[in-house]
């Protein structure tokens, strides 16, 4: 069974800094698009970034220049490096695998920012 756990969120004051972190198994990880997505409450889930198997990164206008996405096939891992938060950013962040028609979802991380 394909399983993505994430890890990372937390509470952090406005301006300060996460990294998230999603290790993924039993799956070919080095072929699979990898993304993070949010989901704040009251309002529908949105993309946050996205990374392609290639490399090539998209991220929301939310976010361009605060968060960086990455990944590391050899651990199986991608991260979600968070700066500058803000309160609008608190939501359950969720890590999804996406190739050909299999789309694989974490089971969430909760980050807060306070203000």
């Known amino acids: 069974q394909v399983q993505l756990v994430e890890s990372g969120g937390g509470l952090v004051q406005a301006g300060g800094s996460l990294r998230l972190s999603c290790t993924a198994s039993?799956?070919?990880?080095?072929?699979?698009?990898m993304g993070w997505y949010r989901q704040a409450p009251g309002k529908q889930r949105e993309l946050v970034a996205d990374i392609s198997s290639s490399g090539t990164t998209n991220y929301a206008d939310s976010v361009k220049g605060r968060f960086t996405i990455s990944r590391d096939n050899a651990r199986n891992t991608v991260y979600l490096q968070m700066a500058s938060l803000k309160p609008e950013d608190t939501a359950v962040y969720y890590c999804n695998s996406r190739w050909s028609n299999l789309n694989y979802w974490g089971q969430g991380t909760q980050v807060t920012v306070s203000s």
């Open positions: 039993r799956i070919t990880f080095s072929i699979y698009a």
